[in-house]
Nanobody, 124 residues
């Protein structure tokens, strides 16, 4: 099955940037969508950005638009989330996820079959 491993989290001052990476394990050819999600303290997990692997279409939640960018390095089979203008309210655990569905969105978390363990982002 697909195993996902996130990296790149850490502590940053307000206004700073971080780039998260997501590495997928075996059987990655079965994925159709990759997404980035986060869970802030005391809140539900929420979607941030989705990339459709086939057409390279990207969609973003309002909280991510204009600040976050999801990209994929096909050769390395890595998916990135570049985060700019980070604010304390962005603090939380960030997860990447993979879906076998076509046309998945960042709002329907149940569409995602595989999840990573998360990487912590702290903004002060």
């Amino acid at each position: 099955h697909v195993q996902l491993v996130e990296s790149g989290g850490g502590s940053v001052q307000a206004g700073g940037s971080l780039t998260l990476s997501c590495a997928a394990g075996r059987y990655t050819y079965k994925r159709n969508c990759m997404g980035w999600f986060r869970q802030r303290p005391g809140k539900d997990r929420e979607g941030l950005a989705v990339l459709w692997i086939g057409g390279a279409t990207t969609t973003y939640a309002d909280s991510a638009k204009g600040r976050f960018i999801i990209t994929r390095d096909k050769a390395k089979d890595l998916v990135y989330l570049q985060m700019n203008g980070l604010q304390p309210e962005d603090t939380g655990m960030y997860y990447c996820a993979a879906s076998l569905r076509v046309g998945c969105t960042y709002t329907r978390l149940y569409e995602y079959n595989y999840w990573g363990q998360g990487t912590q982002v702290t903004v002060s």
